[in-house]
């Protein structure tokens, strides 16, 4: 990509973080003391954040957070979101980790959209206004108000589509391995759209099997098996 291109693409990416300090004005100056919430999963958030991270009072901290025996930590396992918020509020704190997320989740998934439309169309004006609209869209916002960080960050979603384009044109181990990755992180940061990614892998395979018919073979099955 030209240098010209890469300062455009960047520039992008600065409209669209510009775009969620507005969306969010005036909580960055109350980082630490205001949660960017409605009803919602909001405090339980950051009280399971606090609860997976080392405290000075060591192993009876779980005893704190759950007096009762009741969980202390997340039902189901979705890492790649865990490790990103974990991240954050060891650098921050929990209630400013929380805000920073839903800062970054907005713009990171405008972004990648459109650097998948961009990829597809070769259309900068199309493909940041594609950006703007799913990386910003009400129900988007709504979940992230809610406390339901999984729907807040879904840069993977059109990073996952931008890899099912790419292999259907290279077919190597790469772009089939890259698939495979785009796949995994989505399914890791949020299990609800990992579960409807599959039906996205799986029309790419019936779309080139019922299309090509030369690409039925040995090596098509291996690409998609990653």
Known sequence: MPAVSVRKTMFCFAVYLLVSVLLVWPLQF???????????DAYGDVWSMWIN???????????????????????????????L????????????????????????TAFATYLFLYWVFRQEAAAFFGGLIFGFCPATVMHAAAGHLG??????????????????VQRSWTSGSLAGAAYALLTLTCLYWGYFGIYAVLYFIAWDYFKFETRRTLPFWLNYSL
């Open 85 to 108: 918020v974990i991240s954050l509020a060891k650098l921050v704190g929990e209630v400013a980790g929380y805000n920073l997320f839903v800062i970054l989740a907005l713009p990171l």
């Open 30 to 40: 109350h980082l630490n003391s205001t949660l960017f919430r409605g009803y919602g």
């Open 53 to 83: 991270i080392p405290k000075p009072m060591g192993p009876h901290a779980s005893r704190i957070a759950a007096p009762f025996e009741s969980s202390a930590g997340p039902v189901t396992g979705q890492p790649v979101l865990e490790a």
């Open 151 to 168: 729907f807040a960050l879904n840069a993977f979603i059109p990073l996952l589509l931008l890899a099912l384009f790419y292999n259907r």
